[in-house]
């Protein structure tokens, strides 16, 4: 039952729902209730006479992969399963997890919780470039499967299993879950025949995934489709290896295309290449190849190989008509969707100055003037745009330091994990630590990148003494030359440092203060430890480093009006108005704008100050609020987010800022009106009713409490309007004039 429990609560919320309607948070809210009839037919399944098919029919849903789709293959196929059939494959899951280490092999990094799919690139990256590097034999194949899953024969499955050593009736129970499933494709929400045989792809993907082990004796790296096959150079070998191809081809039911597979060739084997195309039937592929969608070679990608990442992004932003977003709107695409498209790339390369200012290019164009070629106005420095939002930026997400960031999690697992690809620490620091090595030439790019955040990732960190073998005595953080461990100036005493000065005075002291402390010290047994000192729990995390790197040397500085419940475009507006670049027709005019700088209500000329605080039309909206609340109005811009709001309760600063924005805003918008649409109107009561709608929108946001006291500041405000403009307003109107 605890086994059943984990399973569902491990579940996700907020997926897709499944055809029957019934999502994960039912099975977890109503535990308690349905519990002991879920278990019966766990015993039912656990006898194999659960008619499990039944309960194993999917929709397909077919999500566009790119704009304007014409034909299907551009379409994107998700299957949504019942969660009442999910529980089964995910406790199956669960107690295949167990045992997965074990039965499978280390070179299969995807799928498997703890392994990352990037592992399996770092391996065939740093292998390229060491088959280069020393001059070795070899030949690589890059293997294209037709289509994986859909084609795997479920009795050589059954087959792997058996042989695998697991369990008849395990056998049974994973036969129940693949076979006789069901699945309608959804199209425009009318769901076609259920057609049978479908095979539970998530399920069947892990499995087959898995099966694919029977290239022993070679090396291997498999990610799904994508198998890559190493072998020394030896035509004989060759010959072995394509039999097994052919025969693993005939028991799996699996086809390889060897027609689209690729040859890269090695050393001596770089003298066979009709020898070797002509057994596997398959070309010499050229270089940079792509595997898992990041270029391959074993030198330094060259910035052309960064073109399909700009390419991409470049595609990305035409397809969303940026015309018709707010400025809110783009930012939250930016900084989603757009920023971590390079992101995979990102993870394992150190990203080129240059490909970095053309994605920071195309994005400030996408932001300032969306899709249109027509220049527009820029009213910040991209610098300050990517800054964070507590330190006075917009929060754009930073290329350079996110780049850096994913690099360093890599630097993380190789100071505190083991696996496969830390097999690379042989390969780069032979008996040294990683703190002891620096970036040497002919080294590999994914390397030199993480030579480069070393320091930086080192310096967040710091290391529990055990052996004092990987700790630097001067520049690590227990405790400053170059290299010397913590263990050969602990092995002598006294200590074995020199000083090129001698130490006197104040710097004696702290010496033996120093000498005497580290004196205490007792090195322990096993390796040093290193843990992560952004993070609570020690461990190392992208975004903890991001913050670091973006706020450092930089105060925080709290900007309430992120903070406040409205759109996100009016906090951009804010955001702008705080700065004082909100084109006002003085700030137009600066940018070269040739036109009338008068107020679109008066005769004074328009600049924030006035528009917003200065013009009678401001003042009118200001005294409203002193006549209706007693609040004494702004004088400026910094007043208005600084020492004006800090004379009220805490509490009631958010709410007071969001009426102050709700009127700026209908002040903006009425006199764009008059600028854009030469529209006239009774400008007052026109301004504080759309105030007083905004502030009654945005107050939906906001939680119940919140909500009342902004309604009943709406009703004051807009019984004043009325009061104002209606037959008894001269009393209010004295009282303004006066
Ligand atoms: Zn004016």
């Known amino acids: 039952m605890e086994e059943v429990r984990h399973a569902i609560f491990q579940m996700k919320h907020n997926k897709a729902l499944g055809p029957d309607g019934f999502p994960a948070e039912f099975y977890q809210v109503f535990w308690e209730l349905i ?16 008619p499990l098919y039944s309960l194993n029919f999917g929709i397909i849903t077919l999500l566009p992969k790119q704009k304007e789709v014409k034909q299907i293959q551009q379409y994107r196929p998700i299957c949504l399963l019942n969660v009442s059939f999910k529980v089964f494959s995910k406790v199956i899951a669960n107690r295949l997890c167990l045992v997965a280490k074990k039965v499978i092999r280390p070179s299969q990094t995807a799928f498997l919780s703890g392994r990352n799919i990037l592992e399996g690139v770092v391996v065939l990256h740093e292998t390229l470039h060491e088959l280069r590097k020393k001059k070795l034999n070899g030949v690589v194949l890059k293997l294209d499967f ?6 795997v024969n479920w009795s050589f499955l059954q087959q792997t299993l058996r042989m695998k050593g697991f369990s008849p009736l395990w056998c049974r129970w994973i036969e129940q879950i693949v076979s006789k499933g069901s699945v309608g494709v959804k199209v425009n929400d009318d769901i076609g025949k259920y057609a049978c045989c479908f095979v539970n792809k998530s399920k069947g993907e892990q499995l087959v995934s898995w099966s694919y082990t029977p290239f022993s004796g070679w090396g291997t790296l498999h990610f799904t489709d994508d ?48 020898e070797y195309s002509e057994l596997f039937g398959c070309n010499v592929g050229s270089l940079p190849f792509r595997y898992l969608g990041i270029p391959m070679h074993h030198r330094k990608i060259a910035n052309k190989d960064w073109f399909s990442v700009e390419e991409r992004f470049q595609k990305k932003l035409s397809s969303w008509k940026g015309k018709l977003l ?25 990203a080129p100055k240059g490909v970095l200012k053309k994605l920071d290019y195309y994005r400030s164009r996408f932001f300032w003037q969306c899709d249109e070629h027509k220049k527009k106005y820029r009213l910040a420095k991209w610098n300050i745009l990517s800054t964070p939002r507590d330190i006075g930026g917009l929060g754009i997400l930073n290329l350079e330091v996110q780049n850096k960031c994913l690099l360093g999690k890599w630097l993380f697992k190789l100071l505190t994990e083991d696996g496969l690809w830390q097999d690379l620490r042989k390969k780069y620091l032979h008996s040294k630590a990683i703190t002891h090595v620096s970036k040497q030439s002919g080294d590999s790019q994914f390397w030199v990148g993480l030579m480069h955040v070393k320091e930086q990732v080192l310096s967040f960190g710091s290391f529990k003494l055990q052996n004092g073998k990987q700790i630097r005595f001067w520049e690590d953080r227990v405790v400053r030359r170059k290299y010397v461990t913590v263990d050969t100036v602990l092995s002598t005493v006294p200590l074995n440092v020199s000083f ?28 040093d430890i ?81 528009l917003f605080f200065d013009c009678h039309v401001a003042r009118f909206v200001w005294n409203s609020i002193f006549i209706s609340f007693g609040i004494q109005p702004p004088k400026n811009v910094s007043q208005m987010f600084g020492s004006w709001l800090k004379r009220f309760p805490s509490r009631l600063r958010t709410k007071i800022l969001l009426g102050a924005a709700a009127l700026c805003w209908a002040i903006w918008l009425s006199r764009n009106d008059m600028v854009f649409n030469r529209f006239l109107s009774n400008s007052f009561k026109e301004i504080m009713f759309r105030g007083i709608y905004w502030i009654r929108c945005w107050a939906k946001l906001s939680t119940e409490d919140d909500k009342e006291i902004l309604e009943a500041g709406c009703r004051k405000l807009e019984a004043f309007v009325l009061e104002f403009f209606g037959g008894f307003g001269w009393r209010a109107r004295y009282r303004i004039d006066g």
């Open 500 to 527: 090129r000065r001698a130490l006197i005075g104040e710097k004696l002291i702290a010496w033996h203060d120093l000498v005497s402390k580290v004196a205490l010290v007792v090195l322990g047994e096993g390796k």
């Open 530 to 610: 290193f843990t992560w000192n952004l993070n609570k729990n020690g461990s190392f995390s992208v975004s903890s480093m991001y913050s670091a790197l973006v706020q450092e040397g930089c105060a925080p500085r709290k900007n309430l009006f992120w903070a406040l419940k409205v759109p996100l475009k009016i906090k951009i507006f804010l955001w702008f108005l705080k700065r004082g670049v909100v084109l006002t027709k003085d700030n137009l005019a600066k940018r070269q704008w040739k036109g009338n700088l008068k107020c679109s209500f008066c005769n004074a000329n328009e600049t924030i100050q006035h």
């Open 227 to 274: 198998t890559i096959l190493f072998m020394e150079h030896d035509l004989e070998e060759a010959k072995n290896l394509k039999l097994v191809l052919c025969a693993f081809e005939q028991l799996s039911g699996l086809k390889i295309n060897f027609h689209k597979s690729e040859l890269f060739l090695y050393g001596e084997a770089q003298s066979f290449p009709k």
């Open 146 to 151: 037709e289509k994986a899953y859909d084609k």
């Open 35 to 50: 519990k002991n009839d879920l278990m019966a037919m766990f015993r039912e399944f656990y006898d194999c006479k659960l």
């Open 326 to 350: 707010s400025s809110g709107g783009r930012l939250v695409l930016m900084n989603s969707v757009l920023s971590s498209l390079p992101m995979f790339m990102f993870s394992f390369f150190e």
